[in-house]
T-cell receptor, first 111, second 118 residues
Framework: EDKVVQSPLSLVVHEGDTVTLNCSYE??????LLWYKQEKKAPTFLFML????IEKKSGRLSSILDKKELFSILNITATQTGDSAVYLC???????????FGTGTLLAVQP | KAGVTQTPRYLIKTRGQQVTLSCSPI?????VSWYQQTPGQGLQFLFE???????NKGNFPGRFSGRQFSNSRSEMNVSTLELGDSALYLC?????????????????FGPGTRLTVL
């Protein structure tokens, strides 16, 4: 059965810290891995990683995909209170657009 | 470009009733997927529509159904509501590039419909 496991479940850091969020997966015919940020509303798209794009960066956020070891990490440097959210990892496998989500990592950034 | 829109944003129903939720994808996006989000189960896939056809379905009972119109707008229906159906229902749209319907593009979520069943 396809599954996505995220760790840690929750994390509390102080502003300016660097955090690393983990996502491991098992999926048939892997096609892509996506990261989303969810505050008190719908998930906001951050990155998509595929076989042809295993590293992405946007400002203080970056992500890499290790297709051999079946995991991805999301790094956030110089964290700010606005980074506080649930970060969701999802994978797509097979011939559809079905997203299989992990349970998410709750990040709290304290001033 | 306007984002994914969902209506209504909030809904309160009682057990046994039925409900219809609507989703308008981003212009040009032909794939629409529906997800249910609850504190206990997280985000779970309901179904996906492409070109008015259901392409994939999650593990939900037959009370949950959907459809897609020729303009790619989609609706989902839940009949005989149960208390456990209370959730945030999210719609996501995706650009499909190939005739086969496969896509390697990002999926963008709408704001969701918060359904409360009393």
């Amino acid at each position: 059965e396809d599954k996505v496991v995220q760790s840690p479940l929750s994390l509390v850091v102080h502003e300016g810290d660097t955090v690393t969020l983990n996502c491991s997966y098992e999926v048939t015919n892997f096609r892509s891995l996506l990261w989303y940020k969810q505050e008190k509303k719908a998930p906001t798209f951050l990155f998509m990683l595929t076989s042809s794009g295993i590293e992405k960066k946007s400002g203080r956020l970056s992500s890499i995909l290790d297709k051999k070891e079946l995991f991805s990490i999301l790094n956030i440097t110089a964290t700010q209170t606005g980074d506080s959210a649930v970060y969701l990892c999802a994978v797509v496998g097979g011939a559809t657009n079905k997203l299989i989500f992990g349970t998410g990592t709750l990040l709290a950034v304290q001033p | 470009k306007a984002g994914v829109t969902q209506t209504p944003r909030y809904l309160i129903k009682t057990r046994g009733q039925q409900v219809t939720l609507s989703c308008s994808p981003i212009s040009g996006h032909r794939s629409v997927s529906w997800y249910q989000q609850t504190p206990g189960q997280g985000l779970q896939f309901l179904f996906e529509y492409f070109s008015e056809t259901q392409r994939n379905k999650g593990n939900f009972p037959g009370r949950f159904s959907g459809r897609q119109f020729s303009n790619s707008r989609s609706e989902m229906n839940v009949s005989t509501l149960e208390l456990g159906d209370s959730a945030l229902y999210l719609c996501a749209s995706s650009l499909v590039l190939r005739a086969s319907g496969r896509s390697y593009n990002e999926q963008f979520f709408g704001p969701g419909t918060r359904l409360t069943v009393l």
